[in-house]
């Protein structure tokens, strides 16, 4: 590997018309700045400009951002809405907990009005879900599951087996063939690793 | 002047520096692992430790956070030995909360925060010892934990202090001339774009004088700023030759 070139904020990498500005830098005056210590990255995608980015020996910090598939734990329900820690941004972990809140009316997309929590989600489900909004005042991140791909992935019955998905809305336990109400997802097979 | 000379005939300063001479810096960064980013500086005898977490979700009062940029946190405070005297309290006083309030507004001017919305940076600095440029020390070590943890920035921010005796601009004041009661004027500067990021005074000064003084301070900025540079070049080496073996 060719030695690269390091770079510091503050530092003018080239112009706008040589580069598309990616990761870790910004634009100025029509040029394009490194915002962060690391290693300047030049990437060619098709006939386009090349972008430029600059990349880091440890991983940055990254929040989940609106249209975002994150990984969470439910931590508490009541009527209205299911608390949840989003613990991945798409297959990135992150490295505190943000939390996260789906309402009622967010967990699938027909028949919202006869939506019970309680038959949706219980605490300790491993949820895949999608973030609506950053949130407001009063509130933290809003995720919905209202999507065939997302819901309920790993779930634990009360005899305390992990259980298998029968439909899109009931879960059984191995050991008890107990039925459970779930929000189950349908994995992608992308999803899914060997 | 009482006694003490700030400045001798021959243009040496009480610690035998010239005019416009730095004081020795010397800097570390990533000396917690526990933290997302610190470092550690010396500013002659003054010696600053940063620290910094973030961004992560707005702790407290969710009011606090903003819907379309990140929120810094600083917290300023002195160890009980760094003074002569000895502190009562380490923080929470006035003084240190201005200080706070200060690194937060220069800090504020350098980092990227609209990158990360309804989130919060802390930037914890601690002065363990003093001698004069308490602020420019505290801004100096703080870019470095920033630069380290990797939280996107428009520049260095570099700050000095500079003052002025028997009409010379003094650079990088140390505490004996800080406390003589001349001018001291505090400047912290983003030194490639050449924006100031804050400028404090306290002291009565002819206007005459205000651009000379200024112009020393910048040019200070900009020679400590090849320091800082030379340090996170140094580190990142460091890191890659570490990782690559």
Known sequence: MSPMKLCVPGERLCSTEDCIPGNGTYLRHGSIFASLAGYVLRKNEGEELPVISVVRETEAQLLPDVGAIVTCKVTSINPRFAKVHILYVGSTPLKDRFRGTIRREDVRATEKDKVETYKSFRPGDIVLAKVISLGDVQSNYLLTTAENELGVVVAHSEAGAQMVPISWCEMQCPRTHAKEFRKVARVQPEYLQA | ?245
Do not use: W
């Open chain 2, 1 to 245: 002047m009482a006694g003490l000379e700030l400045l001798s005939d021959q243009g040496y300063r009480l610690d035998g520096r010239k005019a416009t001479e730095l004081r020795k810096v010397q800097a570390r960064t990533s000396v917690f692992a526990q933290a997302d980013g610190s470092a550690y500086l010396e500013q002659g005898n003054t010696k600053a430790l940063a620290v910094v977490y973030g961004p992560h979700e707005t702790r407290g009062s969710r009011s606090k956070s903003l819907h379309d940029r990140a929120v810094i946190n600083c917290q300023f405070s002195m160890a009980t030995f760094s003074t002569a005297e000895r502190k009562r309290r380490p923080h929470g006083d006035r003084k240190s909360s201005e200080m706070s309030l200060h690194l937060k507004q220069t800090f504020e001017a350098a980092v990227l925060t609209e990158l990360y919305p309804r989130s919060q940076i802390d930037i914890y600095v601690k002065i363990l010892q003093a001698d004069g440029g308490n602020y420019s020390a505290c801004v100096n070590a703080a870019t470095l934990a920033l630069v380290d943890a990797g939280i996107p920035m428009r520049d260095y921010v570099c700050a000095c202090t500079a003052g002025f005796v028997e009409d010379t601009p003094l650079a990088d004041l140390c505490h004996a001339e800080e406390s003589g009661g001349g001018t001291s004027l505090a400047l912290a500067l983003l030194p490639r774009s050449g924006n100031i990021a804050l400028l404090q005074m306290d002291a009565r000064l002819h206007q005459d004088h205000l651009d000379a003084l200024i112009e020393a301070a910048m040019t200070a900025c900009k020679g400590l700023s090849k320091v800082l540079d030379d340090v996170v070049r140094q580190h990142l080496e460091e890191v890659s030759v570490l990782t690559r073996d």
